[in-house]
């Protein structure tokens, strides 16, 4: 049987996952963008298992998407608050929102914790990051050319 030689795709999406992509860390910032600052409200509103949370939530400090604020000196307890990257996964997280909402059969909708300053909620959506043009979903992505065909 012949070896198959894996070259997996580098990309920025990968390292993304890095710091996000494990079971937990989404639904922990979803907690902290709903407000819920506290380790025992993030567990409680996620149902993660506590170690394996605390274990989330350092990944997500040292990935730099939330900042630990001291609110307790004794005992020492931390909140966790979002930093300028941990807001800007905003739209990855109305995405998943609205992709779990039209594709998973019978997943709840929730209360989305975006809204515009009319009140009404926040969606996330393709737009051209020259021109800001939307766009709709790309079906086949042009990828750049690396130089290495498809499938081989």
């Known amino acids: 049987m012949a070896k198959r030689e894996v070259n997996p795709r580098e990309c920025s999406l990968a390292s993304a996952l890095n710091v996000v992509g494990e079971k937990w860390s989404l639904l922990a ?20 298992p506590r170690d394996v ?31 300028r990257a941990g807001r800007e ?9 609205r992709w779990g909402m039209r594709w998973v059969p019978g997943a709840p909708v929730g ?26 979903p790309p079906g086949d992505v042009a990828l750049p050319d690396t130089g290495t065909a498809e499938g081989t």
């Open 53 to 83: 949370l605390a274990a989330r939530l350092r990944t997500l400090v040292d990935g730099g998407v939330l900042r630990r604020v001291r609110y307790s000196e004794r005992p020492p307890r931390d909140e966790y608050h979002l930093t």
């Open 29 to 48: 910032v979803r907690e902290v963008f709903y407000g819920v600052h506290r380790f025992d409200g993030i567990v409680r509103n996620t149902g993660a």
């Open 111 to 136: 209360p989305t914790p975006f809204t515009h300053d009319c009140g009404g909620p926040l969606d996330a959506g393709i737009v051209c990051a020259s021109c800001g043009e939307a766009a709709p």
């Open 89 to 97: 996964l905003a739209p990855a997280l109305l995405g998943l929102m």
